[in-house]
């Protein structure tokens, strides 16, 4: 139990352009996710809480409009990365739990590299 | 200072041998502990968690807590080369799944 599914798996894209990750929970609902950012060789660092209904809850020092994060559904959450530039590239991680005070089990992780 | 430290490694162990991985941190309002072991580009996978101090098995791993000593380990007995991964510990003041603080991670080789 407690699958969480992420897409895609890596991607290359033009600095410029957006780019959207999926992350959705596959056997739980997921009220909240979370998404975490990994360089490489360092600990996860937590970029934003995405709530189902409302606005996401950004961490100090992540840019709200580059890093969108869209909860539509119980099942599903996406980040886009807009107007995505070589220093966005990185290892992004969803996370989602299966109640309050559970702890995390994250996708397998996005490999973004911009170009 | 970091809130989470944890040697990177890589540490190198035989098969069956009894590994130790171990995390300090500062922050004494850290109430749960996670470890978790991650795979070269896989996303890291739950293996332990732990409320306040005292041990906890799941068999081949035992996790522990000093709250006192703010230090928190986890054993794996039997080693075996599929247990080769980076291992990371994470911890939080408020609950399991919110606010976490990770270790960067140690390294674990075990040869066959």
């Known amino acids: 139990g407690a699958v969480v599914s992420q897409h895609p798996s890596r991607v290359i894209c033009k600095s410029g352009t957006s780019v959207k990750i999926e992350c959705r929970s596959l056997?739980?609902?997921?009220?909240?996710m979370f998404w975490y950012r990994q360089f490489p060789k360092q600990s996860l660092m937590l970029m934003a809480t995405?709530?189902?209904?409302?606005?996401?809850?950004?961490e100090q020092g992540v840019e709200k409009d580059k890093f969108l994060i869209n909860h539509a559904s119980l099942t599903l959450s996406t980040l886009t990365v807009t107007s995505a530039h070589p220093e966005d590239s990185s290892f992004y991680i969803c996370s989602g739990r299966t109640a309050y005070n559970s702890p995390l089990h994250f996708g397998n992780g996005t490999r973004l590299t911009v170009t | 200072q970091k809130e989470v430290e944890q040697d990177p490694g890589p540490l190198s162990v035989p098969e069956g041998a009894i590994v130790s991985l171990n995390c300090t941190y500062s922050?004494?309002?850290?109430?749960?502990f996670m470890w978790y072991r991650q795979y070269s580009r896989k996303g890291p996978e739950l293996l332990m968690y732990t409320y306040s101090s005292g041990n906890k098995e799941d068999g081949r791993f035992t996790a522990q807590v000093d709250k006192s000593s703010k230090y928190i380990s986890l054993f794996i007995r039997d080693s075996q080369p599929s247990d080769s991964a980076t291992y990371l510990c994470?911890?939080?003041?408020?609950?399991?799944?919110?606010?976490?603080?990770f270790g960067a991670g140690t390294i674990l080789r075990v040869k066959s």
């Open positions: 922050n004494s309002a850290f109430q749960y």
């Open positions: 994470a911890m939080s003041p408020m609950e399991y799944g919110n606010k976490l603080v």
């Open positions: 056997d739980f609902q997921a009220t909240t």
């Open positions: 995405s709530n189902e209904g409302s606005k996401a809850t950004y």
